[in-house]
């Protein structure tokens, strides 16, 4: 069966809060480091050891696309933990990361988000419709194509520009992947561009904070995985920045799954995103 003529155009914001409060159950009923420790034995599409609650959230989004699927929708979802799901349709895809941050969540430590795209196509360029919530900071972020971005209901600011220390240097610049042996790599240029660094330990949330200008500029200092960054990317693009995969051949074509098939750069001024994708990775 064909994708309906729907599909897109589905309740998606709908959909995805009502994942969230399953989450927020979720979570709730396992508050102990101890308790979010504990692993299923096996590993996601992207080859990460996969912790129970990151198991019980991704059964709480795919209940809830499941519904959908009742309903008539027909689509194809990715998922960090179980990988490619057939829905009935290819024309439409979901991509879910249940638990971005995942060690976060496991510490109970600040940032940790349910990351939800859809789009039409195969890349990032293809994005649709983008819905980010951080557990830690409870804030919830969107974006639809063509439309804006949102956090909290209320519509980002596209003109907000960066900010710039006196000696030119970004104020702030968020970094993610942040093994130390990344950091230390990295470690001329980020001097060079940035005059403080920021890690949260959750790419989709970092990206939100560039959408909102609260940071200047990210970068992953080690390929990035599309799961964690296809709704976050569009939420910055409708918030007014820019984004970049640079290690392909155009911006945007980072695929949405779960491999790492780049770095990850994003900016509120298309120069600074020149001047990040130009980092000796």
């Known amino acids: 069966m064909g994708t309906t003529p729907t599909a897109l155009d589905a309740d998606w914001l709908k959909l995805c809060r009502h994942a969230v409060d399953g989450l927020d159950e979720i979570l709730a009923a396992a508050p102990t480091t101890v308790e979010r420790a504990r692993e299923t034995g096996t590993r996601g599409s992207g080859g990460d050891r996969t912790l129970e609650i990151d198991s019980s959230a991704e059964t709480v989004v795919f209940e809830q696309l499941e519904a959908l699927h009742d309903e008539g ?3 194809r979802a990715v998922s960090e933990e179980r990988g490619e799901v057939d829905f009935g349709g290819d024309d439409v895809v979901v991509i879910i990361d249940p638990i971005d ?5 496991k510490r109970d430590a600040c940032h940790y988000a349910l990351s939800i795209a859809v789009a039409d196509g195969a890349t990032m360029a293809d ?3 983008g819905f980010v919530y951080d557990f830690g900071a409870h804030e919830q972020w969107w974006a639809r194509r063509g439309e804006g971005a949102w956090r909290d209901g209320t519509q980002l600011d596209p003109s907000l520009p960066e900010r710039r220390s006196r000696d030119g240097r970004l104020e702030l610049l968020g970094i993610e992947s942040s ?3 990344s950091v230390q790599a990295a470690i001329e240029p980020l001097a060079t561009s940035a005059r403080r660094l920021r890690a949260l330990g959750t ?5 939100c904070q560039v959408a909102a200008a609260r940071f200047d500029a990210m970068v992953t200092l080690q390929r990035s995985r599309g799961v964690d960054a296809a709704a976050g990317q569009l939420i910055v693009r409708e918030g007014g920045g820019f984004v970049s995969f640079p290690d392909l051949d155009r911006p945007l074509d980072a695929p949405l799954d779960a491999t790492a098939s ?4 994003a ?5 600074t995103l020149r001047e990040l994708e130009a980092f000796p990775w």
């Open 73 to 75: 929708h027909r689509f």
């Open 101 to 105: 941050g995942s060690l976060n969540a």
């Open 267 to 271: 900016a509120r001024s298309r120069e």
């Open 179 to 181: 093994d130390p042996r």
């Open 262 to 265: 780049s770095h990850l750069v």
């Open 127 to 129: 994005v649709a419709f």
């Open 203 to 207: 790419i989709a949330s970092t990206l």
